[in-house]
Nanobody, 121 residues
Framework: QVQLAESGGGLVQAGGSLRLSCAAS????????MGWFRQAPGKEREFVAG???????IYGDSVKGRFTISRDNAKNTVYLQMNNLKPEDTAVYYC???????????????WGQGTQVTVSS
C-alpha cells in the first residue's frame, strides 16, 4: 500500500503564498504520476495540478499561471507552490498517486488525508 502525507497548509491573506508538500511512503514503485486536488465546502473535488514521473505537468484552468507543481523522485515527494492566492482557493488540498497523469479523480489510486488552505480577503 501507499501512504501519502500532506503538509504546509494554513491561513494566508489574499495575494500571499503557500507551499504544500506531500510525501509518499510504502510500495510506490516507479513511473507513477502525482497530483493535487482540492475540495471546498459544498463543492466537488477539483483537479489542481499533476506531474508525471518524468516531469510533465498539467494544471487546472483556475490555477494556471499562479501555481507550480514539482516533484523530487528521490524523496517520493511532490510540492505545490501557490502564489497570488485568492479567497476562492480556500479548500482542503489532497495529494494523490496514480499510474497515469490525468485530470480525472478516477486515475488516482491513493489519496492523502488533506491539508486545509484558507485564504482571507
Amino acid at each position: 500500500q501507499v501512504q501519502l502525507a500532506e503538509s504546509g497548509g494554513g491561513l494566508v491573506q489574499a495575494g500571499g503564498s503557500l507551499r504544500l508538500s506531500c510525501a509518499a511512503s510504502g510500495r510506490t514503485g516507479s513511473d507513477y504520476a502525482m497530483g493535487w486536488f482540492r475540495q471546498a465546502p459544498g463543492k466537488e473535488r477539483e483537479f489542481v495540478a499533476g506531474i508525471s514521473w518524468s516531469g510533465g505537468r498539467i494544471y487546472g484552468d483556475s490555477v494556471k499561471g499562479r501555481f507550480t507543481i514539482s516533484r523530487d523522485n528521490a524523496k517520493n515527494t511532490v510540492y505545490l507552490q501557490m502564489n497570488n492566492l485568492k479567497p476562492e482557493d480556500t479548500a482542503v488540498y489532497y495529494c494523490a498517486v496514480g499510474i497515469q497523469l490525468s485530470w480525472a479523480r478516477t486515475a488516482y489510486d491513493y489519496w492523502g488525508q488533506g491539508t486545509q488552505v484558507t485564504v482571507s480577503s
